[in-house]
């Protein structure tokens, strides 16, 4: 079993919808929780941390479940320049980072 | 302007052949890091290391090496004895190792190898 798994999709939307993605990690004693995101050929780029209680920014909300060991974001009112590829991420707090494989979202007009 | 730079963004090369891949980072972090990033595949780590004159192996080392003579620096050697060094290269940086310290990558460096 891969340490964190994601839905590689594609998923593609129209422009104003709602999305959502769900990544799952296997080591219960990840403690920090990360979303990048990463446009076609280029470095991933930190989207934001996601704690406990629940966070957003903006569009993007970021919740946690620590019980049933996943991490979900979602998107809304999608923009044409929300296309990239989402990155989960966990880390162990004195451990690397594991990324999953990413999962792809393309918006519509 | 802060940042972390990988170059060149593009390299090819002969098999046999080592080759080295250049990070610098100006953010004063400590820890600094190597990944490859192959399609359908997350990143997985070649190496890491949290200071100076110090680094570990990640999960891939085999066929690569590193060194860290200065804070800034982080160069990594693909050598030939790495079997399949075909790959997007990326070099991270953060604060630390411990903890929730997020990572910070540079533009990566596309290898190939015929």
């Known amino acids: 079993r891969k340490e964190v798994e994601q839905d590689p999709g594609p998923f593609n939307v129209p422009e104003g919808a709602t999305v959502a993605f769900n990544c799952t990690y296997s080591n219960s004693a990840s403690q920090s929780f990360f979303w990048y995101r990463q446009d076609c050929r280029k470095e991933p780029k930190l989207l934001m941390s996601v704690y406990s209680s629940g966070n957003e920014d903006g569009r993007f909300t970021a919740q946690l479940n620590r019980a049933s060991q996943y991490i979900s974001l979602l998107i809304r009112d999608s923009k044409l320049s929300d296309s990239a590829t989402y990155l989960c991420v966990v880390k162990p707090y004195n451990n690397d980072m594991r990324f999953g494989a990413g999962t792809r979202l393309t918006v519509k007009p | 302007d802060g940042g972390i730079t990988q170059s060149p963004k593009y390299l090819f090369r002969k098999e046999g052949q080592n080759v080295t891949l250049s990070c610098e980072q100006n953010?004063?972090?400590?820890?600094m890091y190597w990944y490859r990033q192959d399609p359908g595949q997350g990143l997985r780590l070649i190496y890491y290391s949290q200071i100076v004159n110090d680094f570990q192996k990640g999960d891939i080392a085999e066929g690569y090496s590193v060194s860290r003579e200065k804070k800034e620096s982080f160069p990594l050697t693909v050598t030939s004895a790495q079997k399949n060094p075909t790959a997007f290269y990326l070099c991270?940086?953060?604060?630390?190792?411990?903890?929730?310290?997020?990572?910070?990558f540079g533009p990566g460096t596309r290898l190939t190898v015929t």
């Open positions: 991270a940086s953060s604060m630390g190792t411990l903890g929730s310290n997020e990572q910070y």
């Open positions: 953010l004063n972090h400590d820890a």
